[in-house]
């Protein structure tokens, strides 16, 4: 059940991601879609959902990755 939900915390960032690339993807096309009045803002939506939902999964395989101790020396924990 544990790993079902850390399925589900990765998979709705990667759709709001998926939504952005759409959204972005749209407006480079001409097809406005319906709640956004402007072209802009729907491509300006877009890439804030495309960069939050990337943003989310890169630090959450960061965040695991460092635990882990897999990172390069720098991104380490310093022992304190």
């Given at each position: 059940m544990i790993r079902f939900i850390a399925l589900l915390i990765m998979v709705i960032p990667g759709c709001f991601a998926a939504l952005g690339i759409k959204l972005m993807r749209d407006m480079l096309f001409g097809?406005?879609?319906?709640?956004?009045?402007?072209?802009?803002?729907?491509?300006?939506?877009?890439?804030?959902?495309?960069?939050?939902?990337?943003?989310?999964?890169?630090?959450?395989?960061?965040?695991?990755d460092r635990k882990r101790n897999k990172v390069q020396k720098r991104f380490r924990k310093s022992a304190k």
């Open positions: 097809i406005l879609q319906p709640p956004f009045p402007y072209f802009w803002l729907q491509f300006l939506v877009g890439l804030i959902l495309f960069i939050g939902g990337l943003g989310f999964i890169a630090g959450f395989v960061f965040y695991r």
